[in-house]
């Protein structure tokens, strides 16, 4: 599985409305790594939410949002699993299916 290195603003929005805000450092097809300044307590593995860009992301108008399921939480970030049937795409995953219109 191929890593793609990264240095985007993103953030995390739990279900039960907790937000985590960081930068992604790294990603692959199916999951990323949200670097955190400070260890984000109150996370568990298991928790689902969403991960998209920041607001203040430096392209104007983009927005995106997928579904996830935090995986890992360590003292440098959380490890996040995207939640997306690939089943029909042949295991491909396409970001333009979440961009928001």
Not at 56 to 81: H, K, W
Request: glycine share 8%; net charge negative.
């Amino acid at each position: 599985m191929s890593r793609f290195p990264l240095n985007v603003r993103i953030s995390l929005v739990l279900e039960n409305g907790a937000v985590v805000h960081g930068t992604l450092k790294e990603m692959t097809t199916r999951s990323l790594f949200l670097q955190t300044r400070d260890r984000p307590f109150g996370l568990v593995a298991g928790e689902e939410g969403d991960v998209g860009l920041e607001a203040d992301n430096p392209i104007e108008g983009a927005q995106m949002r997928f579904p996830c399921e935090v995986v890992r939480v360590d003292r440098t970030g959380v490890a996040l699993r995207f939640l997306v049937n690939t089943e029909s795409q042949g295991e491909n995953f396409y970001p333009e299916d979440f961009m928001a219109k």
